[in-house]
């Protein structure tokens, strides 16, 4: 595995679950927080990076990932369960407070680390998904049906089974090769009739090797797609939870990086929100917004070395 020497890895018990940890350095330590279809993996540069700059890198892999446990209860992926078992991984390894990095899903749970734990966050790097306010009454799963229809990724994955038996007909290193590939700023959709071939011939790009898929397929045809889909399937839940924050701000330093090519930066009224006063009133300390240009979604592979820097720049400052 490539860049990942002298990366240590331990099973840590949290929050009723066995998360698989990977970490490297000493100092002041960093918290990765990956995203959908990835794993700790998907940090392995800023892992050596930051490790090489005197801070310790935690990547671990989130509830419903590679080694980390994946309970069978959709209900068992709330945002809720989700911050839990962070804020026990930190209690695990007598750890106060760490500056946190997420991308994608792994934002979003930081988000609402900084949310509902501000205590435990110094600062905030965040890439790709910016914070979305939760909306009194809101139903986040009609608002992406009324906006984009059924075959919106999202929507598709709502129904058990039905995701993971396309998948299965695709192929695991097909479906990861089809994700990462994604360059286009419109949203993903999964036509009922079936998201193409197995045997497509899907090109890689520079900043991913035949080694990488090769090494997250094998995690995933261990512990499956259902866990990471079931994050998708608690939308609606994690309105109703997080109903005591409504209107509540991040009190915690940010920064926020986006590629200019991320269907994230391209959903309705995303660019005004980030752009022009929205997400800087829910998030007060928000102290820098960086919009990549020519990038897409995975921006910490894609700009691998770029990342680590930016991530480097803010959080040396605390």
């Avoid at 700059?53 to 369960?81: E, K, M, Q």
């Avoid at 309705?268 to 897409?296: C, N, S, T, W």
Wanted: proline share 6%.
């Amino acid at each position: 595995m490539e860049g990942s020497s002298g990366i240590s890895h331990r099973t840590v018990e949290v929050n009723g679950i066995r998360m698989h940890v990977a970490e490297k350095g000493e100092g002041p330590a960093v918290l990765l927080l990956h995203g959908f279809p990835e794993l700790w993996y998907s940090w392995r540069h800023q892992i050596a990076g930051l490790a090489a700059r005197g801070y310790r890198a935690i990547a671990p892999d989130l509830r419903g990932y590679g080694d980390t446990d994946a309970p069978p209860d959709v209900a068992s992926y709330t945002i809720c369960h989700l911050v839990g078992d962070l804020v026990a991984l930190l209690d695990a390894l007598s750890l106060s407070q760490v500056f946190v990095v997420g991308h994608d899903w792994g934002a979003f749970v930081a988000w609402h680390l900084c949310l509902f734990r501000p205590d435990r966050v110094k600062a905030l790097v965040n890439l790709s998904v910016a914070f979305m306010p939760r909306k009194p009454a809101a139903k986040p799963l009609d608002d992406f049906r009324a906006l984009y229809g059924d075959d919106l990724y999202i929507s598709r994955f709502q129904e058990p089974g039905a995701a993971e038996a396309e998948f299965a007909r695709l192929g695991t290193a097909t479906v990861l090769r089809k994700f990462f590939t994604y360059r286009n700023p419109g949203p993903i959709f999964i036509p009922k009739d079936g998201w193409g071939s197995p045997n497509e011939h899907i090109t890689l790009p520079s900043w991913l090797s035949e080694e990488d898929i090769n090494y997250f397929k094998s995690k995933f045809e261990k512990s499956g797609f259902t866990g990471p889909i079931n994050y998708y399937r608690c939308f609606d839940l994690n309105c109703e939870l997080a109903a005591p924050w409504t209107g509540a701000q991040i009190k915690v330093p940010a920064k926020f990086i986006i590629g200019d090519l991320d269907l994230t930066y391209h959903f309705p009224r995303m660019q005004d929100y980030i752009h022009k006063g929205g997400f800087k009133k829910d998030v007060p300390f928000l102290q820098e917004v960086v919009v990549m240009e020519g990038v897409a979604h995975f921006i910490n592979q894609e700009k691998a070395q770029e990342i680590t820097d930016h991530i480097y720049d803010f959080i040396q400052k605390f």
